[in-house]
């Protein structure tokens, strides 16, 4: 049974950093497309950033670029999103999402039904 645990979140004020991380319980030589969605109350489920694990090609949503940074480490099947100068319109469930095996598509990145796994997900809130 594959299984996404994810650590981190948390509340910091705006202009503050948080570190998210998410790890496939199950190890494989295969590449994976990993990464993060977010669902805000009200709002539709997100996507942030993704990673592709075989190359490290990434996708982000504009919202995040130049602020969000996605990272791996294929020897503990573990991908990060540091996340810096965080702002309140950032607050929302965290969820982690990965297909596996895959690439993350350039055109269908942020489509979250492509994805076959989800983490029970991690809230992080921005207070102005």
């Known amino acids: 049974q594959v299984q996404l645990v994810e650590s981190g979140g948390g509340s910091v004020q705006a202009g503050g950093s948080l570190t998210l991380s998410c790890t496939l319980s199950t190890f494989t030589d295969s590449t994976n497309c990993m990464g993060w969605f977010r669902q805000a109350p009200g709002k539709e489920r997100e996507g942030v950033a993704v990673?592709?694990?075989?190359?490290?090609?990434?996708h982000y949503a504009d919202s995040v670029k130049g602020r969000f940074t996605i990272s791996q480490d294929n020897a503990k099947n573990t991908v990060y999103l540091q996340m810096n100068s965080l702002k309140p319109e950032d607050t929302a469930m965290y969820y982690c999402a990965a297909r596996t095996p895959g690439v993350c598509s350039g055109a269908y990145w942020d489509v979250s039904n492509r994805y076959d796994y989800w983490g029970h997900g991690t809230q992080v809130t921005v207070s102005s």
């Open positions: 990673i592709s694990t075989g190359s490290g090609s990434s």
